[in-house]
């Protein structure tokens, strides 16, 4: 089973370049909470960033928790109450109010990373990630506990250029969820190609298909 060895958290100042470089890091960390626990988060956080289950909270950028082992809840205005289980990761969107906590009879080890940017806002505008969809059932996945691990070995060594860096491994963290299974979408054509083997009817299949392997061509309905 995999476990968080350490409770870490930092939040980043940002600059400039930060922003124009179009995705960048304000804050991430990992937790093991235990069972049995008596109040979450573990420590307090900044102002703006604390929460308790009562209250909820509103965050001025996006969230990816992760959830590696142990079980939960989520709750926020879209969605209403979602359980959550290990191998998930939660997306908390701005200005949308939430809540989450780990299950007191297991507790959970988490991953968490704070960030925005243009490049974010526009992924949410063309379907990608949405606050009505916040879940992704990707399970514990290597691939994504090592970006995560080494984004926070980042923010520890603060070497030169980390906040790029950083920003990196966030976009490798959220294509890697994209990627697993169980995290596919509805919106086939959002989604890209590797959607087209659930489609039962062939026709709809060879026309996605037509559509992904000419993605750089003008394509119109007649054509199709």
């Known amino acids: 089973m995999s476990r968080v060895d350490e409770n870490y958290f930092r939040y980043v100042p940002v600059r400039q370049r930060d ?18 626990y008596e109040s979450y988060p573990l420590t307090p956080h900044p102002t703006t960033y604390d929460f308790t289950w009562r209250t909820g909270r ?27 289980d290990a191998g998930a990761m939660f997306l908390l969107f701005p200005d949308i109010w939430h809540r ?50 080494m984004l926070l070995d980042r923010l520890r060594g603060e070497q030169a250029g980390f906040p790029h860096w950083v920003a990196a491994d966030t976009m490798a963290i959220l294509a890697a969820a994209l990627a697993t299974p ?37 394509l119109t309905v007649a054509d199709l």
């Open 19 to 36: 922003l124009d470089w179009g995705l960048y890091v304000t804050g991430a960390g990992c937790t093991a909470m235990p069972a049995g």
């Open 58 to 84: 509103k965050l001025p950028e996006y969230t990816a928790v992760y959830v590696i082992s142990g079980r939960g809840e989520f709750e926020s205005t879209p969605t209403g109450r979602l359980e959550i």
């Open 100 to 149: 989450y906590r780990p299950s007191p009879e297991t507790g959970w080890d988490e991953y968490w990373i704070s960030f925005a940017g243009d490049t974010m806002d526009r992924w949410v505008e063309r379907g990608f990630f949405s606050p009505e969809r916040p879940l992704l059932k990707v399970g514990v996945e290597e691939t994504i506990l090592s970006s995560f691990r």
């Open 182 to 218: 169980g995290s596919s979408s509805a919106d086939l054509v959002t989604m890209g190609p590797r959607d087209v083997a659930t489609v039962a009817d062939r026709l709809v299949a060879d026309t996605l298909r037509l559509i992904w392997d000419q993605s750089r061509s003008d």
